[in-house]
T-cell receptor, first 115, second 111 residues
């Protein structure tokens, strides 16, 4: 079955540590995205990538970094510079040439808690 | 700037219809979407409507679009306990298909 896999589902981090969240897709989608979700707020875009070896900052990129070395993979690193990293992180992918103007397919999310 | 607004909560009785509302500000939107998020999970596309349409119906779901008032609604007929979720409204307005998201409406089903 095609889909997006995020890992880990739950992650605890001490202050000052970097953590990397994994996102893998087998949908053959060119575009991939990382969103942050906080209670009572809409999804906020962290980074997105429209093609391998290219990515752009979203609305809240400070304190985060990404790479896109392979089409299938778009890992997100939450660095110690991110002041309030506790949140639910969602990875998504899309193929803008298909379907509803680029329907987003989401992973199950990763919940990061900073202790 | 672009903004999408939704009420944060809606409570309905099982079997009644639920109507979730959304307002948006960008009149150049191309597509408007409704996504559903069940607890602890990612989002799934529920339905969408082109900006040149007024209504779309899909089984228990009816989407109404009022372009003049920039108002989008999602009606769920015969609401069931499995409809309990957060419903997000989103619009796309540029060629990169970047979405602008509402804060989500939590649908609570009363027995």
């Amino acid at each position: 079955d095609g889909g997006i896999t995020q890992s880990p589902k739950y992650l605890f981090r001490k202050e000052g540590q970097n953590v990397t969240l994994s996102c893998e897709q087998n949908l053959n989608h060119d575009a991939m995205y990382w969103y942050r979700q906080d209670p009572g707020q809409g999804l906020r875009l962290i980074y997105y990538s429209q093609i391998v070896n290219d990515f752009q900052k979203g609305d809240i990129a400070e304190g985060y970094s990404v790479s896109r070395e392979k089409k299938e993979s778009f890992p997100l690193t939450v660095t110690s510079a991110q002041k309030n990293p506790t949140a639910f992180y969602l990875c998504a992918s899309s193929d803008p040439g298909q379907g509803a103007g680029g329907e987003l397919f989401f992973g199950e999310g990763s919940r990061l808690t900073v202790l | 700037g672009e903004d999408v607004e939704q009420s944060l909560f809606l409570s309905v009785r099982e079997g009644d219809s639920s109507v979730i509302n959304c307002t948006y500000t960008d009149s150049s939107s191309t597509y408007l979407y409704w996504y559903k998020q069940e607890p602890g999970a990612g989002l799934q596309l529920l339905t969408y409507i082109f900006s040149n349409m007024d209504m779309k119906q899909d089984q228990r779901l009816t989407v109404l679009l009022n372009k003049k008032d920039k108002h989008l609604s999602l009606r769920i007929a015969d609401t069931q306990t499995g409809d309990s979720a957060i419903y997000f409204c989103a619009e796309s307005w540029d060629s990169n298909y970047q979405l602008i998201w509402g804060a989500g409406t939590k649908l609570i089903i009363k027995p």
